[in-house]
């Protein structure tokens, strides 16, 4: 079964926001988004915002031009494009002009079916192709030309309800593996206490004092276009950015380029971004799957540490990842502003961490692998959830969505 297409102008206005300057922005308020607390609303439904504006402003604004209400519906239009929210009812915020689309409705829609049309594969290859810059835009002028596939609104009810549903038990997993992940780092503060103030009174030593040595990649180049690639890849930064190591987050290497044995990555290491942004700079993971042929990036460090100082790696991690170090690690970095922070060996090696007994460390180690078997049996069921979803969407937009499924 096939639809029409229809211009996604022709149901919504499609704008954006009121400009609001950054000498407007405050540390609260009313919460103020960019682009990426709208991807974070899109992928989680919810986000930590440090920007607001002042009520005052929102209230002006709210009556001379709107704000975002329900059956309204968001779109990122720079950085990661084409993430969709659909406000909520009790949600209460302003918008950065020019980074968010803004789509207002005008005819009678279901918006839940919008949101999941513009989430189908075909409307995202459009809004992804579309795009056609260097840094990626989706632009008002394209929006309005974008085609969503338009069933009677009976229908359109019918697929949202399926797709919402599937999603709130797929975000259900997602919710269970990040209160599993908090649950680690809940159970480490509570053993350890907090690793800057260090109320327990720890023992605290530089890292180089345990560490033999910081083992670092090299910088190479992507093979050229229809060349010969190596059996070899190298790992991208944002195989670690997360906190769970992810080897997928990698770029294959020209041909004739042989490695050194110290740049293949093992199990059991401890990875460590040493340059990032702001906010992933000193991003760091454990890996725990044999890696198949992976190499170190030249921005990427692993830690070897001294045989003669026995400590838990996965002690280390937690510590290393932990609200309190991941600032100080911030501290110690160079680079300001947008650039990319850059964290010294020298400093890193001078960086002061708590040293717990051998003994303590370990008991923290056996309580996170029981965890992490809940974790794995977890990221299980999201993989069925996954597949799951992304088969309803696929059948929901070429028609062959029935009645039956909604229940």
């Known amino acids: 079964m096939s639809w029409q297409l229809v211009d996604l102008g022709s149901l919504f206005e499609v704008g954006s926001s009121k400009r609001v300057h950054q000498s407007d922005w405050r540390k609260n308020g ?13 992928t989680d439904g919810r986000v930590e915002n440090d920007l607001f504006i002042e009520r005052s402003l929102y209230e002006e604004y709210a009556e001379k031009f709107g704000v975002p209400e329900l059956g309204d519906l968001l779109i990122s239009a720079v950085g990661t494009l084409g993430k969709v929210y659909e406000v909520q009812a009790d949600d209460e915020f302003y918008f950065k002009d020019a980074s968010v689309i803004w789509l207002r409705k005008k005819s009678e829609v279901d918006t839940s ?4 049309a513009l989430r189908s594969s075909k409307v995202q290859q459009y809004i992804q192709n579309y795009s056609g810059a260097t840094v990626g835009t989706f632009t008002i002028s394209k929006a309005k030309k974008t085609q969503i596939p338009l069933p009677p609104l009976a229908i359109q009810k019918q697929i949202a309800a399926v797709l919402d549903k599937a999603n709130k038990l797929r975000q259900q997993s997602q919710q269970m593996e990040q209160e599993l992940n908090s649950l680690a ?41 229809h060349t010969d690639v190596s ?33 293949f990555v093992q199990v059991n290491d401890l990875l460590f971004s040493r340059a990032n942004t702001t906010e992933l700079v000193g991003a760091t993971t454990m890996v725990f799957d044999t890696p198949e042929n992976l190499l170190l990036p030249d921005k990427l460090w692993k830690f070897q540490w001294k045989e003669s100082e026995p400590l838990s790696q996965i002690f280390m991690w937690k510590l290393l990842s932990s609200k309190a170090m991941r600032h100080r690690l911030s501290e110690i970095s160079s680079g300001s502003g947008g650039s990319m922070k850059n964290i010294s060996k020298s400093k890193l090696l001078e960086l002061e961490v708590i040293f717990p007994d051998y003994e303590k460390q370990m008991e923290y180690e056996n309580f996170y692998l029981r965890l992490r078997d809940q974790i794995l049996l977890n990221k299980e069921y999201i993989s069925q959830a ?22």
């Open 30 to 42: 009313v919460p103020f988004y960019r682009a990426r607390e709208v991807v974070r609303l899109s």
């Open 113 to 116: 079916y919008i949101k999941w």
């Open 185 to 225: 780092q809940s159970v480490f503060l509570d053993k350890f206490g907090d690793p800057k103030s260090n109320p327990k009174r720890w023992q605290k030593r530089p890292l180089k004092s345990i560490l033999e040595k910081l083992v670092g990649g090299k910088s190479l180049a992507a093979p050229e276009q």
């Open 386 to 407: 996954e597949g799951q979803f992304d088969s309803l969407m696929q059948r929901a937009f070429k028609g062959e969505l029935e009645i039956k499924d909604v229940a």
């Open 231 to 263: 059996e070899y890849r190298v790992l991208k930064i944002s195989a670690v950015t997360s906190g769970q190591y992810n080897p997928s987050e990698s770029k294959a290497l020209p041909a004739d380029y042989i490695p050194p044995k110290e740049h």
